[in-house]
Nanobody, 122 residues
């Protein structure tokens, strides 16, 4: 089970980025996928997740309406579309895989990608 996050960068407030989580060694039909972020000095927090069974999604309140998680099973890739970015979104973003179809706890995730830096700055 391997995951690789990419697509981070420097963006101005109000801008957009699309992160990609490229996976291998397993099927997105079998693993729930989550996006997390960790800002300096803060704990890692969940951003969004997507179900393995029916593609249901969830995003935390602080990003609802701005971020969208989606998957392309043919490409074994999960995306995080981030719009209207704010200074508070600055963090390292990680994707992770869980054998649970709907992982609601960070401890349910067993495999992690290496992270991609997102910096929102004017």
């Amino acid at each position: 089970v391997q995951l690789q996050a990419s697509g981070g960068g420097l963006v101005q407030p109000g801008g957009s980025l699309r992160l990609s989580c490229t996976t291998s060694g397993f099927s997105l039909n079998d693993y729930g996928i989550g996006w997390f972020r960790q800002a300096p000095g803060k704990e890692r927090e969940e951003v969004c997740r997507i179900s393995s069974t029916d593609g249901s999604t969830y995003c935390v309140d602080s990003v609802k309406g701005r971020f969208t998680i989606a998957r392309d099973r043919a490409k074994n890739t999960v995306y995080l579309q981030m719009n209207n970015l704010k200074f508070a979104d600055t963090a390292i973003y990680y994707c992770a895989a869980s054998k649970s179809s709907w992982p609601e706890n960070i401890f349910e995730y067993s495999s992690w990608g290496q992270g991609t830096q997102v910096t929102v700055s004017s």
